[in-house]
């Protein structure tokens, strides 16, 4: 009977832990999910009301801006409307001054763009020249404010672009409207500024139609048919949408089908709304920050429970050990390889110490070739000089001479510039950079290659504006550059019959120089920038000349390309970007 209760009492015992365990557990999961739906509801709704607050003072403040932007536009119109000066104008038809006196105005104002238009709708002043002439007689801001004795705002459709909003009003002389002065109100700054938030903004008109929004395709719809359209979702996405409502409050909204935070207020002008949509995204991670805690807690909780209650714990402490030893011994391999790394990494840094001094070596091989190379010209032109000044002394003309000696040290002048530039090469250039007129560049380089144009008859035109075309850079180099591209249409047309060369000089947004000549063409454009590439025969170029003048433009922050005209012959273009007149004279002091 002994014998046969003993295990029957091992059995009861082992059961007992077993059912205590269970039930021990089982509290444990029942109260941390009641934990967690209770700290969910409670941290969403408290996180919730915090993220609304902070979407009404940015709604609050988004309004507050645009509200000031259109009181600052509504008083120009007034304010120029009473000048007598385009009163004057409108009526003597002298519209010399009125663009210069709009743009004045303009940058003190600020404001978007200012236009005048006369009795008949056209544009006869404008901060914008390229709407000179335009006629607007059609238009609802030009129309309601000859009917109006005050100032009129329109807000127009532009196509899918979005809105025009204007401040108009009549310019009156005598008891009669003469003309119209128009004051466009840039809106659309704050949606570009609004784009770069989380929140999604729209402004609203009277009627609910859309005028301003971050998304465009809401532009022009009506407020309800705009937040209808929603993108597809898959069916996981439909599943994972399925639980992030259940675990929160009910969205105001949904955008592309993502909940969001609808907040709005109205604009106090002309019954406009504004509307802004944030997503739960940051409400979600926030709580869900505290609840992976709170799981992670009761997860400890659970497994030092089972820790405490386990009667394999001896086992599990021997299986510690075993994997302690384990590690060391996977600790000590790993040190071993580390090692290792470390003394490839060394001898990593010894191969880069030595292939740094050999590009040194390279890059003096190439310096002195380009010094040799630059050097060849004035050496030429002084040597053709001097045969020049000996005739001419012994033809007893000495003041004629004594130019081209002048011409000879000049010549001296830019030979040491070069070679002072050799000190530059070691350091970022930059330094030396001035203002300089491309116009007097172009000029100088002509008279320095003046020997070689004149032995030989080339056609050569200059097509250059009246007014200065200033870039920032260095004047030798400069020079240089262009003497390189004319050597190389001088080379091109050896063989041409009727030789010829233009030069055009322009400006827009940059500085555009053009060398094209009729000569062959340019047969390989993808290796001609590269260093020591030539097709000329041995002895007469070293194929530095376009290689070093990539490398000097690009150091003046611009473009040198190339291309093949379509009437044969090749154009050089180098592009350089304009200095305005206070970058001038910065860079004067």
Do not use: C
């Amino acid at each position: 009977m002994t014998d046969t209760r003993l295990p029957t009492d091992q059995t009861d015992d082992a059961q007992g832990v077993s059912w205590r365990v269970k039930l021990v557990v089982t509290l444990m999961i029942v109260l941390a999910i009641g934990v967690v739906l209770v700290t969910n509801r409670w941290l969403t709704e408290r996180f919730s009301e915090t993220t609304r607050n902070r979407a009404d003072l940015r709604l609050a403040l988004y309004s507050g801006n645009m509200i000031s932007e259109l009181q600052r536009t509504s008083v120009v119109p007034l304010l120029l409307a009473t000048d007598p000066a385009f009163g004057e104008a409108l009526r003597q038809g002298n519209f010399s001054q009125t663009s210069q006196r709009l743009i004045k105005v303009q940058s003190e104002i600020g404001v978007a763009s200012i236009m005048i238009m006369d009795r008949d709708g056209r544009v006869v002043g404008a901060t914008n020249r390229n709407l000179l002439g335009t006629l607007y007689r059609t238009e609802s801001f030009y129309v309601d404010a000859l009917r109006a004795k005050d100032t009129i705002f329109t807000a127009a459709r532009r196509g899918t672009a979005g809105f025009d909003f204007t401040y108009s009003r009549a310019i009156v002389m005598d008891g009669r409207p003469v003309g119209v002065i128009a004051v466009a109100v840039d809106l659309m700054k704050y949606e570009r500024a609004w784009a770069g938030f989380q929140d999604a903004v729209l402004v609203t008109d009277s009627e609910g139609t859309v005028i301003l929004a971050t998304e465009p395709r809401w532009r022009g719809l009506p407020l309800a048919e705009a937040l209808a359209v929603r993108e597809e979702r898959s069916a996981l996405g439909r599943a994972l949408q399925a639980t992030a409502d259940w675990a929160q409050n009910p969205p105001d909204a949904y955008l592309s089908g993502q909940a969001v935070m609808k907040t709005e207020a109205r604009v106090p002008f002309r019954g406009w709304r504004m509307v802004t949509f944030t997503a739960y995204d940051s409400v979600r991670e926030r709580v869900n920050g505290v609840l992976a805690l709170e799981i992670m807690g009761f997860a400890i909780l659970l497994a030092l429970t089972f820790y405490a209650l386990s009667r394999k714990a001896w086992s599990q402490s021997m299986s510690f050990r075993r994997e302690s030893a384990e590690l060391r011994l996977l600790n000590a391999r790993l040190q071993r390889e580390i090692a290792e790394r470390e003394k490839v990494q060394k001898d990593l840094a010894v191969a880069e110490l030595t292939l740094a001094q050999s590009s040194k070596l390279a890059a003096l091989g190439e310096m002195s070739a380009a010094v040799s190379h630059e050097l060849n010209q004035p050496l030429a032109a002084m040597k053709t000089y001097l045969a020049g000044a000996r005739l001419l002394l012994q033809r007893r003309r000495p003041e004629e001479a004594l130019s081209s000696f002048q011409r000879i040290d000049d010549l001296i002048e830019r030979m040491g510039a070069i070679t002072r530039q050799l000190k530059s090469y070691a350091r970022k250039g930059g330094e030396a950079f001035e203002p300089v007129d491309m116009r007097q560049a172009l000029s100088s380089a002509l008279s320095m290659m003046e020997p070689q144009l004149k032995a030989r008859v080339v056609k050569i035109t200059r097509t250059l504006p009246r007014q200065p075309v200033m870039v920032l850079a260095d004047r030798i180099r400069l020079e240089q550059v262009i003497i390189n591209l004319l050597r190389n249409a001088l080379d091109a047309t050896k063989d041409r019959q009727g030789p010829q060369i233009d030069l055009i000089l322009s400006q827009g947004d940059t500085a555009l120089l053009m060398v094209r000549d009729n000569g062959h063409g340019i047969a390989d454009l993808e290796n001609l920038f590269e260093p020591f590439y030539t097709t000329k025969k041995p002895g007469e170029g070293v194929g530095l000349g376009l290689a070093i003048s990539s490398g000097i433009v690009g150091d003046l922050g611009g473009r040198l390309t190339a291309r093949n005209a379509e009437g044969g012959g090749a154009v050089f273009e180098m592009q350089l970007p304009l200095i305005g007149p206070m970058k001038e004279q910065e860079a004067a002091e």
